[in-house]
């Protein structure tokens, strides 16, 4: 399973059920991603084996 979209499907899915996205703090701007995003990329990334 090299597809880094279908594992970050399934990454994602799973952490959904386990938080719950609430906002630690006010930002001004609108992010382009979610921390909850941010998360699973990097669990995607560590588990495919992508080091950068």
Do not use: C, F, H, W
Request: aromatic residues 8%.
């Amino acid at each position: 399973m090299n597809n880094l979209y279908t594992n970050y499907e399934k990454i994602l899915k799973v952490l959904r059920k386990i938080s719950n996205e609430t906002l630690l703090s006010y930002q001004r701007r609108i992010p382009r991603m979610k921390d909850l995003d941010v998360v699973t990329l990097a669990l995607t990334a560590e588990y495919i084996g992508i080091n950068s």
